[in-house]
């Protein structure tokens, strides 16, 4: 077993470069299938998440190389359509749904375990099941298993009855290939959304519209190799952001897309953090006492994301006064307050708020990451914390966080990887 050993206190300074986008990675990897082609994917980022979609792509006869840091190279030549894709490897990997979609769409047939990953309540799939549905598709759900097939998938109107970024992927990478015309309303507008879009264009799709609240996807019979490079990752910028405004000092997040980071920008800037913008950068200074408070909400793209509220939350546990956190995307996204109250932080859940009264400071203590979001944030906290905090479950944070100790150990934290003996 491997825990993280913080030793809090140090001012962050430096500059830090951000790795590809995790959640765009997870839908444009199986999306490769469509080429019928070699791929060669870049800006992949070296994380968990990203195993898993590969080597679940190997299960069904693709073949899947690296022939250099942060690169794939995807060959579909040989997958195939009927081999179940088994619980053991979907059970940690909520985007394996996605796979649903493509061999669908490239195949007219899917044999899905239903997904897992980071558990924040119930995560129903009906609106994935309503998008393939309307494009012609019978769904068969028993055991946990998901089955679709289809003789011919005909474009169609869907409107997801909620914002949906799984189902509004997986109703595009179903419908590339489907006859005529399809129309996904109420769509959710994600910058990985726009990303898979463009690279599903790369290989000749016909996507129209993703950032907008309606897409429109013209099936193409035929689609074709590329290269395509993956864009930044939007909350692992915003995670380095807000641990530069907790902990202290002047740092650079590199290879960002500034726009994308506006929300938490703005959140930060509401609490007296000096953000200054560049061209692909964000310069982050503070003087890590104590942030004024704010209210934050979480909602789809372009709000707050919801990915980003447990270490915006940790921040506001130094805040001066009362801050105000409504979570409005997952109904069980508080678990890891009892993480930060343990190392005395002061707050009250009522149902979907959280009332945060700023502390003068953290304490060290031994915790752990109830999911990959609330273990950044228990970076965060033993960043800021007096003394030695320990962080276990730590396999949840590889899941999205790629060279983490490295990269905040260049900017002057002091945090590593130690190996323990679980008893």
Excluded at 25 to 41: D, M, S, T, V, W
Aim: charged share 20%; aromatic share 4%.
């Amino acid at each position: 077993m491997e825990k993280f050993v913080i030793r809090g206190g140090n001012k962050l300074n430096g500059k830090i470069n951000i790795s590809g986008a995790k959640n765009a990675a997870l839908a444009i990897i199986p999306a490769a299938i469509f080429a019928g082609e070699p791929c060669r994917i870049e800006n992949v980022p070296d994380i968990s998440d990203v195993k898993m979609i590969s080597k679940i792509l190997r299960h069904i006869g693709a073949e899947v190389t690296s022939p250099e840091d942060g690169v794939l190279v995807i060959d579909p030549t040989n997958v195939k359509s009927d081999i179940t894709i088994r619980d053991d490897m979907t059970k940690k990997l909520r985007a394996s749904y996605y796979l649903l979609g493509v061999l669908l769409g490239q195949y007219g047939s899917a044999c899905v375990a239903l997904p897992g990953g980071c558990y924040f309540g119930v995560r129903p799939i009906d609106q994935h099941i309503k998008a393939f549905e309307a494009l012609g598709a019978k769904v068969n759900t028993d055991n946990a298993v998901v089955k679709v097939e289809s003789e011919e998938l005909y474009g169609s109107s869907i409107y997801l009855d909620v914002v949906s970024v799984g189902a509004t992927i997986n109703a595009m990478l179903a419908a590339v290939k489907a006859k005529g015309l399809t129309v996904i309303e109420n769509a959710a507008r994600e910058p990985h959304i726009v990303d898979l879009a463009n690279f599903l264009n790369s290989m000749g799709a016909d996507v129209r519209g993703a950032g907008t609240e309606v897409i429109k996807i013209r099936g193409v019979s035929q689609m074709h190799g590329c290269t395509y490079s993956i864009i930044p990752d939007q909350i692992e910028a915003g995670t380095y952001m807000v641990a530069a405004a907790a902990a202290g000092g002047d740092v650079v997040i590199n290879n960002v897309i500034p726009k994308h980071l506006e929300s938490i920008t703005n959140k930060l800037e509401d609490c007296g953090i000096t953000v200054i913008e560049g061209d692909e950068s964000v310069r982050i200074i503070s003087d890590g006492n104590h942030p004024k408070a704010c209210r934050v909400k979480t909602s789809p793209h372009p709000g707050f994301p919801t990915d980003m509220q447990p270490q915006f939350a940790t921040l506001l546990c130094i805040g001066n006064g009362t801050s105000t956190v409504v979570e409005d995307v997952w109904d069980n996204r508080f678990k890891y307050i009892d993480q930060l109250r343990r190392m005395g932080a002061n707050i009250i859940v009522n149902g979907d708020t959280a009332l945060i009264t700023g502390v003068e400071k953290l304490h060290s203590a031994p915790v752990e990451a109830d999911d990959l979001r609330a273990g950044a944030a228990m970076v965060i906290a033993g960043l800021i914390a007096d003394g030695e905090t320990t962080i276990e479950n730590i396999r949840l944070i590889d899941r999205g966080y790629e060279k983490l100790i490295e990269k905040l150990t260049a900017v002057g934290a002091d945090i590593a990887r130690v190996h323990f003996d679980e008893e």
